[in-house]
């Protein structure tokens, strides 16, 4: 044997085992230095850059603001440099306008040239428009914990415990950026105006909020100055009750107490919060951007246990969401997982190999790569997060192939009669090439998923790079630890057990499912055509059966809580809202009796006064029988039978995608708004009739009861009263008035004129009975100067692509997916849609439509990726292609699986079928470089494919199956994020075993075939040797 094949690197670790122990143990103590500064959370951090300009135009109607501000700066923003859409809502004096801009756009540059387009464009806005605001959004700004408070205090008393003992407390907290206190109710003296009696006295409320200024508890009336000090001067009143109030004097005759009733009470607000049907407040906990959630979850926690202990007496804090509960959870199946696939590796290495010794030398391989793909996720910046331990567990499965081809050749040669050191340096080299190559082909193969677009390609760019960084460190340690340990350990050396076993089957080499399975390969490669026919008729079968699968972005996630958006009829107050709300609630009460909802959170009045929203909080996975879609599908028929309000059931997805969870999301577009809401209410009416869709629906109704005042400017002037105070009095008594505040116990309370007293405000003509003082000081209805009319107006615009649209949203009955809803409503708009209007996706189904053709390409990157590889590695085009036309076969093997198990065509899916080509191109190689290796030492075509197929079909067994059963786990999981881990596993465990039948049939049929027109392998080398060889003798 010549001395090459003891020399290389190999050689280096096997004679100093010591440098091979440090080497990886380095990797180990990085990957462990690196768990405690890694961040942890849900997934990564991969937020859409888009900017936010806002704009106030006090007193402007929506179609004021839409034509005048957010057309114009819509067109003005079309210059704007990356770019990719643009939406906006026009509401009354105020324009939103946000830009999405592509994701490697540099958001403050942007911002800034966004500044300067706004500064350019001011000329062509109103005069008296405020200058818009340019801000950069932030998506982590959404609560990660949501608490309520309540129990038989009032809510004031439950806002003071909030804002002050609880608040205090949280902020302790690391990591909490904010804590919003929702639905709180402070204390007031509330003022009721008895307004016949006011007039009679020829009073107006601005009298009485005159009179009320003066009652100020804290004034600052300076400071003194001496010599050796300075002495601050405050006024000192005493304690303000409601009985002093109403002795005020508002002139000589008129105390407040005569015409108004004084009372300290809770204000009156717009917003209330309910929790399980009691009255709460609601705080709302949001985390800096670089806040760990998991530990500000548990932080968090902790925090209210401690909490609990110290409020009154029948006031509980309760937790209605928390991010970190399904973070935890999905984290901690995931790392079962990866448990469970590491045994079952293990167990099978076993299996196939009969000795400790040799499984303990692959099993090494596992925490090595690992543990030290931690340190490489630390130093890139990335997160432990769900698509990272998705990307471990896929990898245990995967990090013991090369170890496992190491050690099995070792032990081959041992049993040939080498030495232990010799066998481990001469096994080792002998495949140092197929290690290498298998490990460059998948670390290629994972480089298109990073091409993907939108949010997803950034989201899997991580999982491509842990999983290609993991197989790397597998390699490493099968070409430096493997050798080491096998020169040691001596795997080769047969026990007396495995003597034993080795007369009855020679160790396994001449067992007979290998005799089997090497007689079915015989007749493959006699009879080329009928495999390859029959491997065709499959192919054909499975991508037949394939068109049914469906599309979804992601498979249907229970990620333990819903939410639903509330709408009620226009001009709904709130106290109706509440009333609609609770049936809502009532609904949900069975379920949080039987145990499967664990706390509902209302919302009334955000969003406006004719919305409400509810937050529903499931039981954890393992209490529950049903999942969360189960329970959303019969809540939606239930909802429907709610008259008055319509609700809108939305669950997140894990991409975090903006408008995810929301079914099917899309608006009509156009130029002409009434043809616009007769289109959509069209294209409403023809959905509900078709069984894709449930619930279709306006995303929100954006009309709204007005009534319009006329004020006739020149009878006013004539009168002496300005428009102002025609404006200051309606405000008055529709609104209130806040003159003033005073202290209490060091606690802000409001003085609030409300009026009262039999002159209710229900409709235009209440207001032509209200009354003004005049510049003479004369009373005079408004009704002499203005004219009130009430009438349905546009609360507010919306323009999706600088065109003016109008959002529906529709859910989707089980087993419809949104790829099939998208289709299907395209073809109904089509329809009935009148001319000039168009649909544009929006939310999940625009990422969906947008990534489809992207997908597509994403897969042929990979395969011409992987093909360039292969041919690289064995300077032959030739061998390439013979095993990159195996993979086809193996993708459609894959896709009959998904169809088989029920499994949708998602982004998890997709990224287990380019993993697919990296693992089958792996196997081919395991078969074909050692081919070649063969005929390099002189072996025919036919004998040394023969020879090469029997001498690898253990280590691809070998490697499949622990694949395979490494991803197991996957499709048994169960709990938080077990549908992404089930969409991979199906890829994996469905197609894995298929594409390693077709590795093994095909390839020796493809190599006899196509091989001879590639040549000698190794020939450019062998000329170069020989002209070397050659030159060199000239010399001598």
């Not at 993907?452 to 899997?460: C, D, I, K, N, Y």
């Not at 499967?596 to 909080?617: D, K, M, N, P, Q």
């Not at 998602?906 to 081919?924: C, F, H, R």
């Not at 029997?950 to 991803?967: A, D, E, K, N, Q």
């Amino acid at each position: 044997m010549s001395n090459k094949h003891v020399e290389g690197m190999t050689r280096i670790f096997v004679a100093r085992p010591i440098l091979a122990f440090v080497l990886n143990l380095l990797i180990i103590i990085a990957g462990i230095a690196a768990l405690s500064g890694v961040e942890v959370r849900e997934m990564p951090d991969v937020d859409k850059p888009s900017l936010s300009i806002r704009t106030n135009y006090d007193g402007a109607s929506a179609e004021v603001v839409d034509r005048e501000i957010t057309s114009v700066l819509e067109d003005a923003f079309g210059a704007l440099d990356g770019v990719k859409g643009i939406s906006s809502t026009s509401s009354y004096g105020r324009s939103r306008i946000t830009l999405d801009l592509n994701s490697d756009s540099d958001v403050d540059i942007a911002a800034n040239e966004a500044r300067e387009i706004v500064s350019q464009t001011m000329r062509q806005l109103p005069d008296d428009v405020e200058d818009p605001t340019v801000r950069k959004s932030n998506a982590d700004a959404d609560p990660i914990i949501r608490l309520a408070l309540s129990g038989n205090k009032s809510l004031a008393e439950l806002t003071t415990l909030a804002e002050g003992q609880i608040t205090d407390r949280l902020n302790l907290v690391e990591g909490i950026a904010e804590i919003t206190v929702t639905g709180a109710k402070a204390n007031e003296f509330r003022i009721n105006v008895s307004m016949p009696a006011l007039l009679a006295r020829g009073l107006t409320l601005n009298d009485i909020s005159t009179t009320l200024r003066t009652l100020r508890n804290d004034y600052s009336l300076g400071s003194v100055d001496s010599d050796t000090s300075t002495t601050t001067l405050r006024s000192v009143n005493p304690d303000v009750t409601a009985e002093m109030i109403g002795k005020l004097r508002i002139n000589a005759t008129t105390y407040v107490s005569d015409i108004a009733n004084v009372q300290l009470t809770g204000e009156d607000t717009t917003q209330a919060a309910r929790v399980n049907g009691r009255p709460s407040i609601g705080l709302d906990i949001v985390r800096q951007s670089v806040g760990n959630t998991l530990t500000i979850s548990q932080d968090v926690r902790q925090a209210v246990e401690e909490l609990q202990g110290q409020l009154p007496e029948g006031v509980a804090l309760t937790t209605t969401t928390d991010d970190g509960i399904f973070i935890e959870g999905s984290i901690q199946e995931v790392t079962k997982s990866i448990l469970l696939a590491v045994a079952i590796v293990i167990v099978v290495i076993f299996l196939f190999l009969r000795s400790w010794r040799a499984t303990i030398i692959p099993a090494i391989a596992i925490p090595v790569a690992l543990i030290g793909t931690l340190a490489a996720i630390w130093i890139v910046g990335f997160s432990v997060n769900t698509i990272s331990l998705l990307a471990l567990v896929l990898a245990t499965g995967m990090v013991v192939d090369d170890a496992i081809v190491v050690v099995e050749n070792i032990v081959r040669r041992r049993h040939e009669g080498e030495g232990a050191r010799f066998a481990a340096v001469t096994g080792t080299n002998e495949v140092f090439f197929a290690v290498i190559s298998t490990t460059a082909t998948l670390a290629a193969v994972f480089i298109p998923i990073s091409f993907l677009p939108g949010q997803a390609g950034g989201v899997f760019s991580e999982f491509g790079f842990v999983l290609a960084f993991c197989v790397t460190l597998s390699s490493l340690v099968a070409l430096t630890m493997a050798p080491m340990l096998a020169s040691i350990l001596d795997p080769g050396k047969p026990s007396r057990k495995m003597l034993a076993a080795s007369e009855k089957d020679d160790y396994f080499e001449d067992s007979l499912p290998k005799k089997l399975f090497l007689k079915v390969i015989d007749k493959a490669i006699r009879f080329p055509l009928l495999t390859i026919g029959i491997a065709i008729a499959f192919a054909v079968f499975a991508i037949g059966a394939a068109q049914n699968l469906t599309s979804t972005l992601t498979p249907s996630e229970d990620r333990g809580m819903f939410f639903m958006i509330v709408s009620g009829p226009v001009g709904g107050a709130n106290d109706y809202m509440n009333e609609q709300t609770e049936q809502v609630e009532e609904i949900l009460a069975p379920y949080r009796d039987s145990g499967e909802i664990t706390s509902v959170l209302s919302l009334i009045g955000r969003g406006g006064g004719t919305r409400a929203f509810v937050i529903v909080r499931l039981a954890n996975w393992a209490d529950r029988e049903r999942d969360q879609q189960a329970i959303l599908a019969e809540l939606n028929r239930k909802f429907t039978q709610i008259p008055g309000i319509r609700v809108i059931a939305r669950s997140g997805n894990s991409l975090g995608i903006r408008g995810g969870g929301s079914g099917l999301s899309f608006a009509v577009t156009g130029n002409d708004y009434p043809r616009l809401v007769e289109g959509a209410d069209t294209l409403i009416a023809a959905m509900e009739q078709d069984p894709t869709f449930t619930n279709p629906q306006l995303r929100s109704n954006d009309t709204s009861l007005q009534i319009s005042v006329d004020i006739d400017r020149d009878r006013a002037l004539e009168l002496g009263i300005t428009p102002d105070t025609v404006a200051d009095t309606i405000s008055a008594v529709t609104q209130g008035l806040t003159p003033t505040s005073v202290f209490i116990d060091g606690e802000e309370v409001d003085l609030t004129v409300n009026p009262d007293g039999g002159w209710p405000v229900n409709d235009a003509s209440d207001l032509e009975r209200m009354f003004a003082r005049t510049s003479e000081g004369n009373i005079i209805p408004l009704s002499s100067v203005a004219t009130f009319q009430q009438v349905l107006s546009q609360a507010s615009y919306a323009r999706e692509g600088g065109s003016l649209a109008i959002s529906i949203n529709a859910n989707l009955p089980q087993g419809v997916d949104l790829g099939q809803a998208v289709e299907r409503m395209r073809a109904i708009a089509q329809d009935v849609l009148p001319q000039g209007t168009s649909v544009t996706l929006l939310g999940e189904a625009a990422e969906l439509d947008s990534g489809r053709a992207g997908t597509l390409l994403i897969f042929g990157i990979a395969a011409i990726i992987v093909f360039l590889v292969l041919a690289a590695q064995f300077e032959s085009f030739v061998s390439a292609l013979i095993i990159m036309i195996t993979v086809p076969f193996g993708l459609a093997a894959a896709m009959l699986a998904i169809l088989i198990t029920g499994g949708t065509l998602n982004y998890y899916s997709q990224i287990g079928l380019v993993m697919l080509i990296g693992v089958m191109a792996k196997n081919g190689i395991l078969i074909v470089e050692f081919a070649n290796q063969l005929r390099e030492r002189g072996q025919d075509i036919d004998s040394a494919i023969r020879d090469a197929v029997s001498l690898r079909i253990r280590p691809v067994m070998m490697t499949m199956v622990s694949t395979v059963f490494g991803g197991l786990p996957l499709i048994l999981t169960s709990g938080a994020g077990a549908e992404a881990r089930i969409a991979v596993g199906w890829v994996v465990v469905g197609g894995l075993g298929f594409a390693t039948l077709f590795t093994l049939f095909l390839i020796p049929v493809l190599y006899r075939w196509i091989a001879p027109l590639g040549g000698e392998p190794g020939a450019a080398s062998h000329r170069l040797d020989q002209e070397v060889a050659s030159h060199i003798g000239l010399t001598d």
